[in-house]
């Protein structure tokens, strides 16, 4: 796979779109050079799922522009989180992909967490990324718990499944071990961007993680960092905060 793709294990303060976005924007930087960046479940927001409702974001919203640009500039496809409006007054869990292009698109997490379910309601995914002739499935947190749909991922062609998440301690060995398990079954390269620190009430078990061909390599803690994969070069990189945590 000739990328190099990186996952952002950040923190959110909740329900400001503005300064995560900001933090998003000066992570993309440090990402100089990756072809891919995939942010946590609903980082633009945090996982709050109090707050969904009263900060819906469409790929129109002011706070994407900065990244939309550097998208642009970098030759950097960034996929970025938050609460995603449906066409029949719905909420998904979203993902905006900002594309080199200039284009944003959306996938809408499609198993929905039955904690989740008084907010959100289940979406119909989205199309496979290509990114340099790669093949890439997105998932959403829950949706990599379900074995079929990675698998669908990978016969459908996918060659990386990246998944933006919100994993606590209590739950990471068993949804860390099935990502693994994906990886070792459909030949495929999986990436997790898991969160740094506290949202929704939750603590993260951080420990973003990279799985292919026998590789098994990550961040080792919660702390902000970037985790960079490079052909078979693995790295860490430590994110220093532009906004200020509550």
Request: proline fraction near 7%.
């Amino acid at each position: 796979m000739n990328l190099t793709i990186a996952a952002a294990q950040t923190a959110s303060i909740p329900g400001d779109i503005a300064a995560n976005a900001a933090h998003h924007l000066a992570v993309a930087r440090l990402a100089e050079g990756a072809d891919l960046l995939i942010f946590p479940e609903l980082s633009l927001t945090g996982y709050e799922l109090d707050l969904a409702s009263a900060n819906p974001i469409t790929t129109a919203h002011p706070a994407l522009e900065p990244l939309r640009q550097c998208a642009r500039e970098s030759a950097c496809t960034i996929v970025a989180g938050g609460p995603l409006p449906g066409p029949n007054g719905e909420l998904y869990i979203g993902a905006f992909i900002c594309h080199p292009s200039g284009e944003i698109t959306t996938y809408a997490k499609v198993h929905v967490h039955s904690s989740e379910r008084h907010v959100f309601t289940p979406g119909p995914g989205g199309p496979p990324l290509h990114i340099k002739g790669v093949q890439i499935a997105l998932a959403i947190c829950a949706d990599a718990t379900f074995p079929e749909h990675a698998a669908a991922a990978a016969q459908a062609g996918a060659r990386l499944y990246a998944v933006g998440a919100m994993i606590d301690d209590a739950g990471y060995a068993r949804k860390s071990k099935l990502l693994e398990t994906y990886a070792q079954q459909h030949g495929i390269a999986v990436l997790l961007a898991n969160y740094s620190g506290v949202t929704g009430g939750e603590v993260s078990a951080g420990k973003s993680h990279f799985w292919a061909n026998g590789t098994s390599a990550g961040v080792e803690g919660t702390e902000e960092c970037l985790l960079i994969v490079s052909g078979s070069t693995v790295s860490v990189k430590p994110v220093p905060r532009t906004t200020h945590l509550p």
